[in-house]
Every structure is written in C-alpha cells, then in structure tokens.
C-alpha cells in the first residue's frame, strides 16, 4: 500500500455510471476527506473551534454549490 493510498483512500462506486454521479461521487469523498483533517487539526489544537467550523461550513458551501453545477 502506497502512502497515498492510505491518505487518499477511494471506496468503490455502486451507483449508476454516469459522468455527473461519479463526479459527485468524488466531491462527496473530498468533502469527507476535507472534514476529516480539519477535525484532526482542530482536535491536535492546530484549528481553533472557530477555524475547523469555519472551514467545514465552507466545504458544505462548495459540496453544495457541485451539486447544483451537476444538476442534482
């Protein structure tokens, strides 16, 4: 296992294959993944409370924002 691998991690996809589900899809684990580390950041004090609640309602604001661009 690559190290990216690990820190990137890609579950399968089940849904229907079309352009717009897998790239949301990929939005969704981005999203995950943004929340995730900021969460770490945020319990190693790295993050004030503030700064990782500031920084997930901004990934919401994007994973949102995708949603509307595909059409969801």
Do not use: C
Request: hydrophobic share 40%; no cysteine.
């Amino acid at each position: 296992m690559h190290l990216s691998d690990f820190l990137f991690s890609r579950s399968r996809y089940y849904d229907q294959v079309a352009s717009e589900n897998i790239a949301f899809d990929a939005e969704l684990q981005m999203f995950s993944l943004r929340v995730s580390y900021t969460f770490n950041l945020q319990t190693a004090e790295k993050l004030t409370p503030h700064e990782a609640d500031q920084a997930v309602k901004a990934a919401w604001r994007s994973l949102k924002q995708k949603k509307k661009q595909l059409g969801f």
